[in-house]
């Protein structure tokens, strides 16, 4: 299976501009997408295709990479985008998510 | 607006049955492919399962093969999960999403339903 790696946690503060990263074991082409999810809520599509915004997604959220390493970068970051963050890809079989990365506002 | 709201969750004891729905609104249900995926407590996203439009291809994770069977009834708008031979390890949030394209490519989920919860334990 294509594992997909993602840090576990990070701590930003309102204002500044983060990336998250997630790094693939095999490549994926341009085929990885991002999630959002806030505690207790179902996820929420952000990016698709590595850097094309999902309908109705702030432009304060962007994607980029391509092959095995991908950032999701949110500039700037608000109080609202405490949530974990998740990376998809559907390139290889089966079709595999990252364990997540935590954001926590300082 | 699009809405997917799941039910047939709860307690079942291993090695018991289950079969969870998807009641699917505000689109044209039988336009698209759909699949499920599922979130064990605390843990990470994990895809189960994918349907066609029509319903005439699946495609499944291997830890659920032979175990589980993914459906659809497009008269009815309903996504439907058999799952059987239940495991402890298959204790998870279950949520139904709607795919952007096929199987193939480019196989994203844009929308998500609230999730069900599956807790297997005797």
């Known amino acids: 299976d294509t594992v997909l790696t993602q840090s576990p946690a990070l701590a930003v503060s309102p204002g500044e501009r983060v990336s998250i990263s997630c790094r693939a074991s095999?490549?994926?082409?341009?085929?990885m997408h991002w999630y959002q999810q806030k505690p207790g809520q179902q996820p929420k599509l952000l990016i698709y295709?590595?850097?094309n915004l999902a309908s109705g997604v702030p432009a304060r959220f962007s994607g980029s990479g391509s092959g095995t390493d991908f950032t999701l970068t949110i500039d700037p970051v608000e109080a609202d985008d405490t949530a974990t963050y998740f990376c998809q890809q559907s390139w290889n079989d089966p079709r595999t998510f990252g364990g997540g990365t935590k954001l926590e506002l300082k | 607006e699009v809405q997917l709201v799941e039910s047939g969750g709860g307690l079942v004891q291993p090695g018991r049955s289950m079969k969870l729905s998807c009641a699917a609104s505000g689109f044209t249900f039988n336009n698209y492919d759909m699949a499920w995926v599922c979130q064990a407590p605390k843990k990470g996203l994990e895809w189960v399962a994918t349907?066609?439009?029509?319903?005439?291809?699946?495609y499944y994770r291997d830890s659920v093969k032979g175990r589980f069977t993914i459906s659809r009834d497009n008269a009815k708008s309903t996504l439907y999960l058999q799952m059987d031979s239940l495991r402890s390890e298959d204790t998870a949030t279950y949520y139904c999403a709607r795919i952007v394209g096929t199987y193939y490519y480019p196989h994203y989920f844009d929308y998500w339903g609230q999730g069900v919860m599956v807790t297997v334990s005797s």
């Open positions: 095999e490549g994926v082409n341009s085929y």
């Open positions: 349907i066609s439009y029509d319903g005439s291809s699946t």
């Open positions: 295709k590595a850097s």
